[in-house]
């Protein structure tokens, strides 16, 4: 169906994802926690090698990488990255090779986070693995990006090359925008409206993209951004300034208000990809309460963030929680995870 926001429907686009995903409520956890109705919008469920919510972020980008006549794509992440993850399913499925940068972003050395997860998922899918031993350097990361796409094309092939600093444009945002039109079509479906939305805030990406595709369509819900990767001193200028360049990418005036841009970091510390007692409580209340599984890194850390808020809300409003997926990461973690286990192993 059309969206009519901006230049959307002209954009390169490759279908990779299950959807439109469900909205389901989560009653037991609403019980457990306060007088808030809690509802999971199931992003984790778009299908591409476990789901998650960079499969809509990947259309766009295999898009103009297929539109380019490229034939490999080039990322970089975390050693757990779901988005590396996910890219090497992507460009499988679209007949291209894959080449993944690991960054040492978490000072981990258990055999299970280095070899497990979404790094065992990556190999499995064939990909070829490089090592960035910079840590957290994004403009470092893509300039090595650029040595080992410039490598490849002295060999005859023609890599796309996934960014990870700004500076480019956020064509995977756009997914987050098709998303927003999604829930606003299962709001009007449902006549039943939400007091709020929360989502992971990391790349910015998903949050400015959801952000402005619900402005763009007119629906001023509140979304907050939870923070897991930088302060939300730093995270809401970054969403600020992809909103605008989200803006320039369609061709259209941006809709969205500094004051739209809501990003919290309470539950960051000690730092990205690190366990803390609220994340924990997160993970295990909502495995154990709705049977559903968030990971350490993103989605637990933004469900203890909107367990938070529904602590803080009054009876009957209706908060929304985007799942974003990661769930591969939960078997990279396992060794952190032990102390919230029922009972000893078999």
Known sequence: MPMNIGDLDKMPRARLSHGPTPIEQMPNLAAHIGAADLFIKRDDCTGLAMGGNKARQLEFYIGQAVAQQADTIVITGAVQSNFTRMAAAAARKSGMDIHIQLESRVAKTSPMYLNSGNLLLSRLLGATLHRFSGGEDELGADMQLENIAANLRDTGKVPYVIHLAQGHPPFGALGYVVAAHEINQQIVASAQSYDEICVASGSGATHAGLLF???????????????????ASLQGPRVTQLCQKIAELLNMENPVRD?????????????????????SEAITLT????????????????????????????????????????????FGYGSDLTHLLSDSPL
């Open 287 to 330: 495995a154990q309460k709705e049977g559903i599984l968030v990971d350490p890194v993103y989605t637990g850390k933004t469900m203890a963030g909107f367990l938070k808020r529904a602590r803080q809300a009054s009876a009957g409003q209706r908060l929304l929680f985007i799942h974003t997926g990661g769930q591969p990461a939960v």
């Open 259 to 279: 004051d739209d841009v809501d990003v919290n970091d309470t539950v960051l510390a000690p730092g990205y990809g690190m366990l803390n007692d609220a994340v």
């Open 213 to 231: 595709g619900l402005r763009a369509v007119g629906n001023m819900t509140p979304v907050k951004g939870i923070c897991v990767r930088r302060a």
